[in-house]
Every structure is written in structure tokens, then in C-alpha cells.
């Protein structure tokens, strides 16, 4: 079975003018995965304009009309300055909602083995009814819902941005359904000041969520000990049925919106120790959704690397960035 990519060129169309989340993030990674061995051998997956049902899963319906209307209006941003605004926002949204969807009815059918959502913009950061750092529609979150409405009772979602997913965690803080992990930078020194170790989920969600923020600085040793020694033990502890990851690579030591000293090396390991825990529990069953990223050669050398081993059984060699 094929690891698939899901890419519509809409997602070039959602204008942000000069913001760090531009359509060049795209095309550089694009460009890097067609000068990669493993291109030919990916299956191009769909990305189809989501339903009304997907969305209103995590976002109340009020919202995406107004997301709707934003970007019909071409109105300069939605909520807040982050969140620029064109006519190709809203296709651009729905699409990457389909993207991350279509993915996982694929996987779960069997079609394909994994797969990778290459899309904007980004969505861990949207919450129910408001749109954040960059954030309109949470794409994980989504197919998260979707995956427990398709009869899943246990999905796990992995965030390794830089900057914690709010609107993912908030999304499934009082469910034992999901669990929630997220690496990060500490929220008192970034963006968007949540994702604490003490934030571990409410009620029956309790102990489902868990924050490993990492200080200015930290880097691959510090990431990968948290990672290795705390989070993987968790996670297989869970059992998993699906594996979703928020795959941003804003933490790396060259990209300008963050202050870890993250490398190729920390994603690489990552990535491929993931997919080995979704062999081990859920017969591979993995889908990883872009979100950051902000300086395009790093990002596409990463992202490129973290397809290829989607797509392989080892880290390919090369220059690591």
C-alpha cells in the first residue's frame, strides 16, 4: 500500500500578502518532493471541498458562515491580524479540511498505508468559533472527529510545532476518546501562551492531554529525551487505533518565528518512531498534517524527509538541515 499526498493547488490561492504563512511554503515543499526518489511511488490523493457535517464537528455553524463571508468580502483578516483574509481563503479552508478526511477514509479503508496533508492554511490553532495564528478551520481536529465518527474509540493526535495547538486541545480536553500530546516551546516565552504541563484535560478527559513545553534554546537532545523517555511510553500505553500528527517544523534552528535549536535529525526520528508505533498498534494507520514552518529551505528539506520516511522503513541519508 502507497503512502498518499494530498495537495490541491487552491491552497496556492489563500493570498496573505507579506506574512510568514505564504504559498511559498507550499511550492518549496512541492518542489523538494518531486526531486525525491519516493515521488513517483505516492498516490496523489483528492482533496475535495468538506461538508458542512465535517466542519460543524468541531466548529459551531455561526463560524464558518462568518469564515465564509470573510473571504467572500475579502475582508483584510478574520479576528485578528494573524488571520488574513482573500477570495481564495475559504475554497483554500474547505479543501484542506477534505485533504485531511479524504486521507483518512483511504488509510482506514486500506487504500493506503499513511499519508501526508500538504495544505494552507494551517489549522491547530482554530478554535470552535474563532480563528487564530493563521488558523481558520482545525484540520486535525476535524478528521479526529471524523475517524470517532467512522466507530474509532481511541485516536491519538501528536503536535510537534513550536507553538501548541489550543484548538486541538481544546477541541477533545474532556474526552478519553482522543489524546492529546503536544511538544513545544514554552508558552510563557510563545505564542499563544497555552499548553502547560498542568493543562492534562477536564473530566472524563482527564490525563488525556499532556504538555511538554520546552525552554528557549532546548534542542534535538532535549526534545528527543522527552519524546523517547516520556511521550512514546504514553502513547503506546493508549493503544492507539489511528495516529494524527500536527507536523510543524517552526521549531527548527533557522526558522525566525521561534527560539528552539531543533534539526532535521529530532523530526527524522520522530516521524519514523511514530510510524513505527502505528505498525505496532493500528496496522501503520498514520495521516500527518502540515502546520509550521516558516523558512522555506529548511521547511522543504524537513518536510521532504519526513515523506520519504512515510514512505521508507529508515531515515533517507543526505544532508540533514
Known amino acids: 500500500m502507497p503512502t498518499g499526498l494530498a495537495y490541491h493547488p487552491s491552497f496556492l490561492n489563500h493570498d496573505t500578502g507579506t506574512h510568514p504563512e ?7 515543499i512541492r518542489e523538494a518532493l518531486r526531486q525525491s526518489a519516493v515521488f513517483p511511488r505516492l498516490a ?8 458542512v457535517e465535517d466542519l460543524t464537528r468541531i466548529h459551531s455553524l455561526e463560524y464558518i458562515q462568518r469564515v465564509k463571508a470573510a473571504s467572500a468580502q475579502s475582508l483584510p483578516y478574520l479576528d485578528t491580524p494573524d488571520c488574513p ?10 479543501r484542506a479540511v477534505g485533504g485531511a478526511v479524504e486521507l483518512c477514509r483511504q488509510v ?10 500538504l495544505a494552507r492554511p494551517p489549522g491547530h490553532h482554530a478554535e470552535r468559533d474563532r480563528a487564530m495564528g493563521f488558523c481558520f478551520f482545525n484540520q ?21 510545532d513550536v507553538h501548541h495547538g489550543n484548538g486541538t486541545q481544546h477541541a477533545f480536553e474532556t474526552s478519553s476518546q482522543v489524546f492529546y500530546a503536544s511538544i513545544h516551546q514554552h508558552p510563557a516565552t510563545l505564542y499563544p501562551g497555552t499548553g502547560w504541563p498542568e493543562e492534562r484535560g477536564l473530566g472524563a478527559g482527564e490525563g488525556y492531554t499532556v504538555n511538554f513545553p520546552l525552554n528557549p534554546g532546548a534542542g534535538d537532545a532535549e526534545c528527543l529525551d522527552v ?16 495516529v494524527l500528527i500536527s507536523a510543524g517544523f517552526d521549531g527548527h534552528r533557522e526558522d525566525p518565528l521561534a527560539s528552539l535549536n531543533l534539526t532535521q535529525v529530532a523530526y527524522d526520528r520522530m516521524i519514523l518512531a511514530m510510524k513505527t508505533l502505528a505498525e505496532k498498534n493500528c496496522a501503520g494507520r498514520l495521516v500527518t498534517v502540515l502546520e509550521g514552518g516558516y523558512n522555506t529551505k529548511v521547511l522543504s528539506h524537513c518536510a521532504k524527509s519526513h515523506v520519504e520516511i512515510l514512505a521508507d522503513s529508515s531515515p533517507p541519508r543526505g544532508t540533514h538541515f
Open 227 to 242: 519524546f523517547e523517555t516520556q511521550l512514546l511510553p504514553l502513547f503506546h500505553n493508549y493503544r492507539p487505533q489511528f
Open 108 to 117: 482506514l479503508a486500506g487504500t493506503l498505508n499513511n499519508g501526508f496533508l
Open 22 to 28: 505564504c504559498a511559498e511554503r507550499l511550492t518549496a
Open 140 to 160: 486535525v481536529a476535524i478528521a479526529a472527529a471524523w475517524l470517532l465518527h467512522s466507530g474509532l474509540e481511541r485516536v491519538l493526535i501528536f503536535d510537534f
Open 85 to 94: 483574509v482573500s477570495p481564495g481563503t475559504w475554497p483554500a479552508a474547505l
Open 44 to 51: 496523489q490523493v483528492p482533496c475535495h471541498e468538506a461538508t
